[in-house]
């Protein structure tokens, strides 16, 4: 089977490590994201690892994490333990990078959804300071 979309997407990733490091498949290069006792495997070069990292923090009054390795305790969640990688995942464009979780649905959404907060909390810091500078 084709698929079309995902090999569209794939070039719209603009830095070769990451477009690599998700072509790979998770064959060689996983790392682990450690959020608030999630531990989410990704893959991604590692600029836009820590990129995603350090924004997801923003989301969160913890700090987050990029592990290169498996964690010593391996996943907390069993589905995602279990997620197999899937050509199909959806990507998370990090400026001009992208990263995959590979993770179960609900897990994917969420690490999703920090990151969206993570970037809207960071335009509003950004904003705040051009105020303060202005001011
Ligand atoms: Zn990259
Ligand atoms: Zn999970």
Redesign the pocket.
């Known amino acids: 089977m084709s698929s079309p979309d995902v090999q569209q997407s794939l070039s719209t990733i603009q830095c070769d490590a990451c477009q690599s490091a998700v072509q790979s498949g998770g064959q060689q290069t996983v790392s682990f994201l450690l959020l608030e006792g999630l531990t989410?495997p990704v893959l991604g070069c590692d600029d836009h690892l820590e990129q995603f990292s350090s924004i997801c923090e923003l989301s969160s009054d913890d700090t987050a994490d990029i592990l290169h390795h498996r964690p010593a305790g391996g996943?907390s969640?069993?589905?995602?333990r279990l997620?197999p990688y899937n050509a199909s995942y959806p990507m998370i464009q990090v400026q001009d990078g992208a990263i995959v979780p590979i993770?179960?649905p609900?897990?994917q959404s969420e690490i999703a959804q920090r990151f969206q907060t993570g970037l809207r909390t960071r335009q509003q810091l950004t904003s705040d300071l051009v105020t303060h500078i202005d001011s």
């Open positions: 989410i996943l969640c069993p589905s995602c997620a993770a179960c609900e897990h």
